[in-house]
């Protein structure tokens, strides 16, 4: 799998944007960027993937960059129920095999 | 629409017995993978399976097993439990055996614990 390196922690305020970032330098051409999250206990949750345009749905905002070696994930009004460990996977090599790293820890608070 | 159920939630074990936990993916979906978590390891691959075959396999012991039904449903089996076993067992399911732009939903997990 194309590594990924991400920010251990960040923080963000009730009702503001969260961008987190992720650094993919050497994923490939075909390799899709996947976000999921964590919330203490329960099962990762799927977010959002891309290949290379930006992507929108319910949860968030997936912003990759032209040369597709980073991406952000936006949550655009973030409550305190978005605090998760994010992770950014790009799996690679077929399979239903997703690599997790140490993830971002988001906190949201009031 | 269900989402990933398994069974049990929670359970508790002895060393040395044996536990088989179950997984029945979103229906439609035929691939199912699994997942241990550990405060330690953090979140790593158990092994994939496919039209009840397995397909990929991450870097476990033997005493880790698992099958697949014709109804894509999925068990594993962990024999001679350690200590070490005790975590969250992570069941996750997709309609394409591949990650080619693929979504891949997570059940909420079984917790094993050993004593």
């Known amino acids: 799998d194309a590594k990924t390196t991400q920010p251990p922690s960040m923080d963000c305020a009730e009702g503001r944007a969260a961008n987190l970032p992720c650094n993919h330098s050497t994923i490939s051409g075909n390799e899709y960027v996947y976000w999921y999250r964590q919330i203490h206990s329960q099962g990762p949750q799927y977010i959002i993937h891309?290949?290379?345009n930006n992507e929108t749905n319910e949860m968030a905002s997936l912003i990759i960059t032209e040369d597709r070696k980073s991406s952000t994930l936006i949550l655009p009004h973030a409550t305190l129920r978005d605090t998760a460990v994010y992770y950014c996977?790009?799996?690679?090599?077929?399979?239903?095999?997703?690599?997790f790293g140490a993830g971002t820890r988001l906190a949201v608070h009031p | 629409k269900a989402g990933v159920t398994q069974t049990p939630r929670y359970l508790i074990k002895t060393r040395g017995q044996q536990v088989t936990l179950s997984c029945s993916p979103i229906s439609g979906h035929r691939s199912v993978s699994w997942y241990q978590q550990t405060p330690g390891q953090g979140l790593q691959f158990l092994f994939e399976y496919f039209s009840e075959t397995q397909r990929n396999k991450g870097n476990f012991p033997g005493r880790f097993s698992g099958r697949q039904f014709s109804n894509s449903r999925s068990e594993m089996n962990v024999s001679t439990l350690e200590l070490g076993d005790s975590a969250l067992y992570l069941c996750?399911?997709?309609?394409?055996?591949?990650?080619?732009?693929?979504?891949?939903?997570f059940g909420e997990g079984s917790w094993l614990t050993v004593v």
């Open positions: 996750a399911s997709s309609v394409q055996p591949d990650t080619s732009g693929n979504t891949i939903y």
């Open positions: 891309g290949l290379k």
């Open positions: 996977i790009v799996p690679s090599g077929g399979y239903n095999k997703l690599i």
